[in-house]
């Protein structure tokens, strides 16, 4: 038997649902599937969140940008969207029990030099970090 799956979406799946998927990943092992998508995608993973994601010993530098239409045939458990517009967005997907929005500034969007936007970067990462492994703690304690 596959272990659930979680699905996290946004828009252009390039930076936080790509962080999410990490964090959430790296905190619940096996015991789930993770993967992350996007309502329309980039084609790219954000070089900056491949560098920050490093900064905490998460390496994402294999992930790779998917459309969420990718995960229409498959079983999954819990959606969770991290940006309003894929929130918008979002089909009701086979198998699904769970739906939760926990938003976040879109780091893409930051200015500056390089090392303002991975300011920016770090703390969009910290924030879903804050969220996303209390919700795999309460997972995991179930």
């Known amino acids: 038997m596959k272990p659930p799956a979680i699905l996290i979406l946004c ?3 390039s930076c936080r649902s790509h962080l999410a998927e990490g964090i959430l ?3 619940l092992n096996e015991h789930f599937r993770v993967a992350s998508a996007g309502s329309n995608p980039s084609g790219y993973v954000h070089p900056l969140s491949v560098k920050v994601m490093a900064e905490i ?4 530098s294999h992930h790779h940008s998917k459309h969420m239409n990718d995960f229409l045939s498959d079983e999954v458990s819990t ?10 967005a979002c089909p009701l997907f086979p198998g699904q029990m769970n739906r939760y929005h926990w938003g976040f500034d879109d780091p893409a969007h930051a200015t500056g030099t390089e090392e303002e936007q991975l300011q920016v970067f770090r703390r ?14 309460g997972l995991l304690e179930k």
Do not use: H, L, S
């Open 11 to 13: 828009t252009g799946n």
């Open 25 to 27: 990943r790296a905190a």
């Open 57 to 60: 010993g998460i390496d994402i």
């Open 79 to 88: 959606v969770i969207t991290v940006c309003g517009n894929a929130d918008q």
């Open 124 to 137: 969009v990462r910290d924030e879903i970090a804050k969220v996303f492994r209390a919700y795999a703690a």
